[in-house]
């Protein structure tokens, strides 16, 4: 099965680097750098049959890189997410008069779009298991002769399936099962969805306790404002208990949403929500009114993008009592998160509460502790979680992702076997046609006592020493570095050296350096610099 962090470590061009550009370089840049390396490339400069068939090949990337960069609209979208984003599906609807801020926005637009499709694909069906535990006799034994008992309180399992039929149409099925000290119940549902312009309409059946039938509804009224709505009819033993709900939602600004949610039925309520989102943090508000309580509630969650982990608070105060929650969220791999929170309230008690997400299937699992609040139940619900996931992590995910990240580098080496023996004609083929440029450029440079490169070499260095490169995974790259050098000046970017013309990746996913040899105005001189590190030489 493949991992669902899936590399996507292709052998991908680098345009700026293959004509030497830092990623901010002007159209002067370009076209500076356009011009020099055509006079290397071009088929007119060679004259016999084999020369040419390689100089055209490297002339067409040379002029592809420069149409690319060179046009501020593919700027944009390459330099968003790269050749891929010049390919994605869409794009034809995007009017060329857009600003290049307009289109990167375009295209993170469809791309994300394009992630929820493969989302869906791989994740349909969804589903949420709850498995509720009573630990209470734990910190207030019934019998203190006796160890303390745990059971499962409840359980409720809950799964859907959507089965698209059209690109406007789709079945959606649904079904619940709940059980709770010996009693069950359940029910399922089959729904009809239609996508229209600017909304979309839903019609449901189902069955569990009663027969039920139901008529949803939703349309974007402006830019700034949707609205939500339907209505269902319970058929029941005693009778038919009609609900009617509906939810109108506004933009407030770039980062706020405001909604007024009704809800009319045999547990009515209205309720008030205003939620804030940023990059570093959110912010929900919400007030309820309604049967049997009225409450107010509030939450915060602070974003550490950098640790993948959330921090979440929340409070509830109303009629009931009131409730507080603290808790952690942490994002293990590209689908899956894992999350330990503690609610801590009165009639409540103390509760732990454990979720796992698996993409778009959430278990959870709620451990009561207390009926009340007890400090040790506090203390204990508060240091397990973190004493669990350090074990856990260190025993059992650090080794499961350092097996992951091999076996994923020897995925990404076998899928670019090909391209990667490509790739090493190319460079060969690029040095052969460099040889006049770099006797021209060596002359030069002598002659005024410049820079001249005596030997350069790219690859990765041995295990015991930093400047001992390994024979099967390293290359010679004197040449190539010697035809970078203009007026006794080289210069490098913050970019892999893999991409630059002559140059090819010897180890895809391994650590490589650039040693450099030189001597300028007579003076010998060594550099060593990491493969995305930039440089320029001479050194003062």
């Known amino acids: 099965m493949a991992s669902e962090n899936e590399s996507d470590a292709e052998l991908e061009e680098n345009y700026y680097t293959f004509l030497n550009l830092p990623r901010d370089a002007t159209t002067e840049q370009i076209n ?99 498995i509720n535990v009573n630990a209470t006799e734990i910190f207030a034994p019934y019998d203190e002769t006796e160890m303390p008992r745990v059971e499962i309180g409840s359980m409720s399992i809950a799964q859907s399936i959507e089965a698209p039929l059209t690109r406007k149409d789709m079945i959606i099925m649904s079904g619940n099962l709940y059980s709770s000290n010996g009693n069950g119940s359940g029910g399922f549902v089959v729904a009809g969805r239609r996508l229209l312009n600017k909304g979309w309409l839903e019609v449901c059946a189902g069955a569990g306790n009663g027969f039920l039938v139901g008529l949803k509804g939703g349309r974007t009224l402006s830019p700034k404002v949707t609205l939500n709505g339907g209505t269902n009819m319970s058929f029941r033993e005693h009778g038919v208990i009609p609900a009617l709900f509906s939810t109108l939602a506004v933009q407030l600004d770039k980062h706020t949403v405001g909604s007024l949610t009704l809800n009319a039925g045999p547990q009515s309520s209205m309720s008030t929500q205003i939620d804030h989102s940023k990059d570093e943090y959110a912010l929900s508000s919400s007030f309820v009114i309604g049967s049997p309580h009225i409450y107010f509630g509030l939450s915060y969650t602070r974003k550490m993008i950098e640790n993948e982990m959330k921090l979440k608070l929340a409070v509830k105060v109303g009629t009931f009592g009131f409730m507080g929650e603290y808790g952690l969220e942490k994002k293990i791999s590209k689908y899956s998160s894992v999350t330990a929170a503690v609610s801590i309230g009165v009639p409540s008690g103390v509760i732990l509460k454990f979720k796992i997400l698996r993409s778009n299937q959430s278990y959870v699992f709620p451990i009561h502790l207390s009926d009340e609040i007890v400090p040790a139940a506090v203390f204990y619900a508060s240091v397990t979680p973190v004493i669990a996931w350090f074990l856990i992590k260190k025993t059992i995910m650090d080794p499961m992702d350092a097996e992951r990240k091999n076996v994923e580098v020897e995925r990404t080496k076998r899928r670019n076997e090909q391209r990667l023996l490509a790739k090493r004609q190319e460079a060969s083929a690029a040095v052969h046609l460099m040889q006049s440029t770099y006797h021209r450029i060596m002359t030069e440079e002598l002659q005024k006592t410049g820079l001249v490169v005596t030997r350069a070499v790219y690859g990765c260095t041995t295990e015991n020493s930093s400047t001992q490169f390994k024979p099967e995974l390293s290359l010679d790259v004197t040449i190539p570095i010697q035809c970078l050098v203009r007026d006794s000046t080289l210069q490098l970017y913050d970019s892999s050296k893999s991409d630059l013309p002559g140059f090819y990746d010897p180890s895809i996913g391994d650590n490589k350096i650039l040693r450099i040899e030189y001597t300028y105005q007579n003076q010998f001189r060594v550099v060593n610099i990491k493969d995305n590190e930039a440089i320029r030489l001479p050194l003062p």
């Not at 006079?39 to 068939?53: Q, T």
């Not at 599906?89 to 295209?107: A, D, L, N, Q, S």
Request: glycine share 4%; proline share 4%; charged share 35%.
């Open 32 to 130: 500076t750098a356009y011009r020099k390396q055509s006079r290397i490339y071009h088929p007119d400069k060679h004259c016999d049959v084999d020369s040419k068939k390689q100089a055209e090949i490297m002339f067409n990337r040379t002029k592809r890189a420069y149409e690319v960069l060179s046009d501020p609209h593919q700027r944009a979208i390459y330099d968003s997410v790269g050749v891929n984003g010049l390919t994605t599906e869409g794009w034809e609807i995007v009017h060329r008069t857009k600003t290049p801020t307009e289109i990167r926005e375009e295209y993170e637009r469809l791309a994300q779009a394009a992630d929820e499709r493969r989302l869906q694909q791989r994740t349909n069906p969804r589903g949420n298991i709850t």
